[in-house]
């Protein structure tokens, strides 16, 4: 069935549909990562977006249950430029298109992601429209010049969980098994605000002997206090961080008493909490290929996994924070940490990868350390 895609610009490109019939809207951004489509697709940063692909060949690798970074597909439509109806992996459970289908996803495959790729970095990052309906360019159009922008849009609401919950699974192995929890007084306790969440960060933090407890995003930091944890992690999320709820409060509260590490949407919660602003990029960052300058290493450059569409501003940094990493595409801030509280800090990018290069999953190590010491000190207190 024939499907097109046309954006607010009045831009369209017209191919062939997959996965389910129908319509889907959302801001239309790339992802220059060659593999890890699934991780893609299961994303809640993702959330609200049609995401195309730059790599030309999408699903040769089929899908399967241990890949997916959430319950469910987060993306409300895939543009590739050729599906593969040939699936070759060992783990495959299923096509991608199947997938797609089951989850009620649209999927268009045929068309030039050249040339919208081009379009989206010299237009910036829109709003379209993917359809199988018969309806005229023109009619497409208007529709997607009223869709709600996603500056200025809360959509962490609509992807973080409802009430409290544990998570206690580790890494996955190659004997297709998860790592298990650690038990005994060695275990520490993370408190992780969910607006968002990769599952991949959460296993990260059980692999190194952590208990995590999800909190929703409207969690007030005195409740999480309440259950004792030993540090507090802001989450990764979708959209634009100014008009979350309540989430820069909770940090400011619990700034000084507990350590705290923020990824993507968490780390510019985390410095707008500070006094920092954000804004957003022309197209924004994504893919598993962005180089980072580590300045407290030493001009050692880290390749990155990326997925953001805003920015914290540079010129906006307040005395309170110092620069860690910065971008060495385009000079954005990639890092920062708290001069006086020295166990906050945060990253722009994404250590815990699934997809991409497992350069900085040492932030793990760290926010680890900074914990024991924290126990360490306050047991101190106490005798």
């Given at each position: ?45 993702y959330?609200g ?15 399967n ?9 987060q ?12 699936v ?53 159009t208007e ?11 809360d ?6 969980c409802?009430e ?18 650690a038990?005994g007084?060695?275990?520490f ?17 059980v ?12 969690t ?5 206090l309440?259950?004792?944890p030993?540090g ?59 180089p ?8 050692i ?31 954005t801030v ?8 020295a ?5 722009q ?19 680890l ?11 101190r207190?106490?005798?």
């Amino acid at each position: 069935m024939k499907a097109i895609l046309v954006l607010e610009d009045g831009r369209s490109f017209e191919g062939e549909a997959f996965g389910l019939q129908g319509q889907a809207w959302g801001e239309v951004v790339f992802n220059t990562s060659l593999s890890g489509y699934q991780e893609v697709l299961t994303d809640p940063s993702y959330f609200g977006q049609i995401v195309v692909m730059t790599n030309p060949l999408i699903g040769n690798y089929g899908v399967n249950p241990s890949d997916e970074e959430s319950d469910e597909i987060q993306v409300r439509g895939l543009v590739v430029r050729e599906l593969s109806r040939t699936v070759s992996n060992y783990r495959s459970e299923k096509d991608l298109n199947l997938y797609l289908m089951e989850q009620g996803i649209i999927g268009i495959t045929g068309i030039d992601t050249r040339a919208l790729t081009r379009h989206i970095r010299e237009s910036g990052s829109m709003m379209g429209i993917l359809t199988t309906a018969c309806e005229s360019v023109k009619c497409t159009t208007e529709k997607a010049e009223s869709l709600d922008p996603m500056k200025g849009t809360d959509l962490v609401s609509s992807v973080t969980c409802r009430e409290p919950k544990e998570f206690n699974e580790g890494l996955w192995r190659f004997d297709e098994s998860f790592g298990k929890p650690a038990t005994g007084k060695d275990t520490f306790h993370v408190a992780a605000l969910d607006l968002g969440i990769k599952k991949n960060i959460l296993r990260h933090l059980v692999e190194r002997g952590c208990r995590v407890t999800l909190f929703p995003a409207h969690t007030s930091a005195e409740t999480i206090l309440e259950s004792k944890p030993d540090g507090f992690f802001l989450s990764n999320g979708p959209g634009d961080p100014e008009p979350v709820p309540n989430v820069r409060d909770t940090v400011n509260t619990l700034l000084g008493k507990l350590p705290i590490f923020g990824i993507c949407l968490g780390h510019q919660i985390f410095c707008l909490s500070q006094g920092a602003r954000t804004f957003k990029l022309k197209f924004g960052h994504r893919g598993i290929n962005h180089p980072v300058m580590d300045v407290p290493a030493g001009k050692i450059v880290r390749i990155t996994s990326q997925n953001h569409g805003f920015a914290v501003d540079a010129d906006t940094l307040p005395d309170e924070l110092e620069l860690t990493h910065y971008s060495l595409n385009d000079g954005t801030v990639e890092g920062v940490r708290h001069k006086k509280h020295a166990n906050a800090f945060s990253v722009q990018y994404h250590p815990e990868a699934s997809p991409g290069p497992q350069d900085t999953t040492d932030h793990f190590d760290l926010f680890l350390r900074h914990i024991k010491e924290h126990r360490a000190k306050n047991e101190r207190s106490l005798t």
